[in-house]
């Protein structure tokens, strides 16, 4: 016989085996019986899932009687008749809270145990013709109104447990199957921090405890919760937990985290909708779809900042086309994360496992996966405009319209203008195109650029000859522009320099000086600098500069153009040679040549050739076209013009960084071009862009048997059509993923764990929920219940099992150390957020202004190339940097060293759960970070304004700092401190104790 831990080992999943014995074939007919009554539904609950004919893990079936014969890896796990020397009792019987089978799950009851023990004590029969069939995974089973048990209030000893509503039921029933107590309940300075760390994320200040305290109303802690429900501040508080989840950020991340100023409204969105208590299903839909499902709100358009909350490559997007296979992946992985974030997010379902092969744990084949990425086929993360006021949107809609109307029919005149006119009319529209592209601001051919120097304090010169030595009149020159390192209009102008007329080329001998800055001159940018001449006669005109222009970390000289006017107003420089001290060669950027090219920003001297092809063209419309078809082109033209200045006279639109349909920019094309046309989305075997298998349609998940998972859209309708699709299927009532998982995550941002302690995977490789039945109750009650967020908070604060002490118990802790069957309530530290947030409350300095864009805790660096985030250099005691955290600027790249200490959520991924740590480095930030040191500073001052006796600011303090107030031991310590150390080390002291951090 194998040891317990050999065969532990060979077992290997959730097994549960027996000896095939003689007597299977000799069953009563009322043991068969009770067989299918009782034991197959442990099994198929239990069991078979893992153990089928298809996963057989341990080597073993349990869904007949034939494939049980095959036996398994185990050896004898039930021997019949023998219930006391059957292993499998042994598996299933409880130690320290815990079975070793089912594996994951609660034991079983005390009376399903019996059931299995009976069931061997008869011979451990099986009906040859009875198949066990899995159940449906808890997940994705329907949602069904569990029947709420019916206990008596608790009471053992001093310890009373009253069931103030079905919560407490569900609680009670299962600490009672456990053999636990409940712990009393808290007093009520400990509920008051409690619920407001809860609800609003700040603490109260001393007079509300002070009133709830000495409150002699029975219904006081009822109209408490109310209270703080129906602040403002709840949303703030519920909404952070929610941008955790979709992992919201306000920078791009990857290389180039550049910011993305408009992100914010999709935060205020959640702020917004959370206060106002919109039904759940309804927050569901206008962030997957608001644009279709709420059309012509602000909400409807904010809350798609949902689908674009994540990081965005901004190389591969903007620098790499979407024909390049860096570029396909690039589009791949970023629809990914449109599908990770919202399945993830609404349904708790790991799909991404989906993207190479099967999903290996959970039922969702490749094929769904990719019918999810359908959905979003023609997204990509942009500015999106909308108005605010709804009659703007509307005549904006209407103008836009009318404006499409006209394109079209300007494209069908211009049409049949060019079948008239001929091919030369082509060929003239070309050449005229190219012409004015190099008219532009920004020419291709930049100036002259010097070699690059370590220092400013150098000469750098260049020169042209004019051929002769003649009289001038003036000279003209005109900066480069360049967008490297932010530089922009001005790139290369030097801050000293003089300009010398010679006949000498080595400017040695009659040398004539006509202008010098020897200070810091102003950089012009790119206007055009003219010096007036008079009586100036010379062959060679030289630029010298006297000093250097800052590039990065090194020094240049740069001009994009040296003009020379004669006598006659004509540029005689234009074309002639060009000599430098020395050059950068890199045409058609950078050379000597362009110095005296004509072409500059805003110059490109080549009016005269363009005047002369559109007379070319006139004359060919004139002799070619209908001179009726031209008035019509004409007639169009002057509508559309009217058309274009009412779209600019109307208010400038807001944006939001949202998932939408991308209009196109350099590489980053979109698929706006194409009218928002969805792109094919193929199955990528092993998840290769370089080998897509066959296309497939748009789709949702096929687990869920409940709801039609292939959508059915034509092929021709908008793309919004998907996502509404998509939006209405998670938000249906037969949806059991949705609302089961937001009652879970409710449940843990109150308890610190969820009834599911894996909040974003309730697949077969996440934990099975504690409490099934409780949570079953709160999804339907939610759901049926008018689908109100804030009536599930109050259900839950109102619970006896919330308000539970949170004092240990030495006798529950061996049996549940864990506290799962919340035993007492669990004590949790405060987030970041909450933390710095109650460091400004208490300090006086805490800003209350709601919205807008966000605040900036760090100086940006080099902000047009690839930003550095610097929060060194941030002043603490910036006023606009005291608005509450969730209002704070999120950078991916480089988080806030205070808030990533105290484990605030990486922007860069999703986070349903937050870390908690502790560690020396969060003591160290409380007692010396900058933030810490000036709101201690401010603390004491606070105090100082309303107590003016040591004593008296110190007991203040402590109650400000901790919601109670101090024992007189602690006040007599604390006081004595304050004497020999002031009272500003004092408040960092408060900062410091675990009180102020932690809420019971």
């Keep these: 016989m194998f040891d317990r831990r050999e065969r532990i080992w060979f077992l290997v999943g959730t ?381 904006r809609e209407e103008l836009l319209a009318e404006q499409r109307r006209y394109d079209d029919r300007l494209k069908t005149v211009e049409r049949r203008i060019a079948e008239a006119a001929g091919p030369k009319l082509a060929k003239l529209n070309q050449q005229l195109a190219e012409l004015r592209k190099a008219k532009g601001d920004r020419p291709p051919q930049y100036g002259y650029h010097s070699q690059i120097m370590q220092t400013a304090d150098n000469v750098k010169w260049v020169q042209v000859d004019l051929g002769s030595s003649q009289p001038l009149s003036r000279i003209e020159y005109i900066g480069c522009h360049d967008d490297f390192n932010g530089i922009g209009a001005g790139f290369g102008f030097p801050p000293a320099y003089r300009i010398d007329v010679s006949d000498d080329p080595a400017f040695e001998t009659g040398v004539r000086t006509v202008f010098a800055v020897e200070g810091n001159v102003p950089n012009p940018g790119t206007a055009p600098q003219e010096v007036s001449l008079e009586g100036v006669t010379g062959r060679y005109v030289r630029f010298t500069a006297t000093r250097l222009a800052p590039r990065r970390n090194d020094y240049i000289f740069a001009l994009a153009e040296l003009l020379v006017f004669d006598e006659q107003n004509e540029n005689i420089a234009r074309g002639r040679p060009v000599t430098a001290l020395d050059s950068i060669e890199a045409p058609i950027r950078w050379g000597r040549a362009n110095l005296v090219d004509g072409i500059a920003p805003g110059r490109s001297g080549r009016e005269a050739e363009i005047a002369s092809l559109e007379q070319q063209r006139t004359e060919l419309l004139t002799d070619r076209v209908e001179s009726s078809l031209l008035a019509e082109r004409d007639q169009v033209r002057a509508g559309l013009a009217l058309i274009r200045q009412g779209i600019r006279l109307l208010p400038t639109p807001r944006k939001v960084y949202a998932g939408t349909v991308h209009h196109g920019g350099g590489n980053f094309r979109g698929t706006g071009p194409d009218g928002g046309r969805p792109r094919p989305i193929h199955i990528l075997p092993r998840g290769d862009v370089r080998s897509p298998g066959r296309e497939v349609q748009p789709g949702t998940l096929s687990c869920l048997t409940s709801l039609e998972s292939r959508f059915v859209i034509a092929p021709e309708a908008p793309e919004e059509d998907r996502r509404a699709a998509l939006a209405r299927w998670l938000s249906d009532h037969r949806n059991p993923l949705v609302w089961r998982s937001i009652a879970n995550r409710v449940w843990q941002y109150h308890f610190g764990r969820g009834l599911v302690a894996t909040p974003n995977d309730f697949g077969r490789m996440g934990e099975l929920p504690t409490h099934p039945d409780l949570l079953d109750w709160l999804a339907v009650k939610l759901r049926d219940g008018g689908e109100s967020l804030k009536e599930l908070h109050r259900l839950i604060v109102l619970s006896s099992t919330y308000r539970q002490s949170s004092v240990g118990n030495p006798h529950a802790a061996e049996i549940d150390a864990g506290n799962r069957f919340l035993w007492r309530m669990n004590r949790r530290r405060l987030e970041a957020e909450a933390v710095r947030d109650s460091l400004l409350f208490v300090s006086g300095r805490l800003n209350p202004e709601m919205g807008g864009k966000s605040f900036q805790d760090f100086v940006i660096e080099k902000p047009q190339h690839s930003p550095h985030y610097q929060y060194h250099l941030h002043d603490p005691n910036d006023p606009r940097a005291h608005r509450r955290a969730v209002y704070r600027f999120l950078v991916r790249s480089k988080t806030q060293p205070f808030m990533t200490v105290m484990d605030c959520a990486d922007p860069s991924m999703q986070v349903p759960q937050r870390n908690e740590t502790n560690s020396p480095l969060q003591a160290l930030a409380m007692l010396n970070n900058k933030l810490a040191l000036a709101m201690a500073r401010n603390f004491a001052e606070e105090v100082s304004s309303r107590e003016t006796g040591v004593e008296g600011q110190v007991r203040l303090a402590v109650r400000m700092a901790l919601s109670r107030p101090p024992t007189d031991e602690e006040a007599a310590q604390l006081v004595a401190y304050t004497k020999q150390h002031g009272l500003e080390n004092t408040c960092r002291v408060l900062f410091n104790l675990n009180e102020f951090m932690y809420v019971d």
């Design 15 to 395: 097994c549960l085996t027996w000896f095939v014995a003689a007597e299977f074939g000799l069953q009563t007919a009322s043991a068969e019986s009770s067989f299918e009554q009782k034991v197959a539904p442990l099994f198929a609950k239990h069991c078979v899932s893992c153990h089928n004919e298809e996963d057989r893990k341990g080597g073993l079936s349990l869904t007949s009687r034939a494939a049980l014969a095959k036996g398994g890896e185990s050896g004898e796990v039930v021997i019949p008749h023998e219930p006391n020397a059957s292993y499998l009792l042994d598996l299933i019987e409880p130690y320290d809270g815990k079975a070793e089978m089912p594996k994951g799950g609660s034991p079983l009851s005390q009376a399903e145990r019996q059931i299995l023990r009976d069931w061997i004590a008869e011979g451990a029969p099986w009906p040859k013709d009875v198949v066990v069939e899995a159940e449906a995974w808890w997940s994705l089973a329907s949602l069904q109104q569990p029947t709420v048990p019916v206990l008596p209030d608790h009471s053992q000893g001093k310890v009373e447990f009253i069931i103030r509503n079905p919560i407490d039921a569900f609680i009670l029933r299962t600490l009672n199957r456990q053999e636990l107590s409940p712990s009393p309940a808290a007093d009520r300075a400990t509920l008051i921090r409690r619920l407001s760390f809860d609800l609003v994320g700040l603490p109260p200040t001393p007079e509300e405890v002070e009133a709830f305290v000495h409150d002699p109303d029975p219904l006081a802690y009822e109209r408490l919760v109310d209270r703080l429900l129906a602040s403002p501040q709840y949303g703030e508080r519920w909404a952070r937990h929610w941008l955790d989840i979709v992992h919201y950020g306000e920078t791009h991340g990857y290389d180039k985290d550049k910011p993305r100023p408009h992100a914010w409204p999709y935060r205020d969105y959640v702020i917004r909708s959370l206060n106002e208590d919109k039904p759940y299903g309804q927050f569901i839909r206008e962030q997957v779809a608001g644009d279709v499902l709420a059309e012509g709100t602000v909400d409807g358009i904010e809350a798609l900042g949902f689908l674009a909350a994540g990081p965005w490559d901004y190389i591969s997007h903007v620098e790499v086309p979407e024909t390049k296979i860096d570029g396909k992946i690039a589009r791949h992985l970023d629809r990914d994360d449109m599908v990770q974030t919202t399945m993830m997010s609404f349904c708790s379902l790991t799909v991404g496992c989906a993207q190479c092969h099967d999903h290996k744990f959970d039922p969702i084949p490749q094929e769904d996966y990719y019918r999810l990425h359908a959905v979003f086929a023609a997204l990509d993360r942009a500015d999106k405009e909308y108005d605010v006021d709804p009659s703007v949107s509307r005549r």
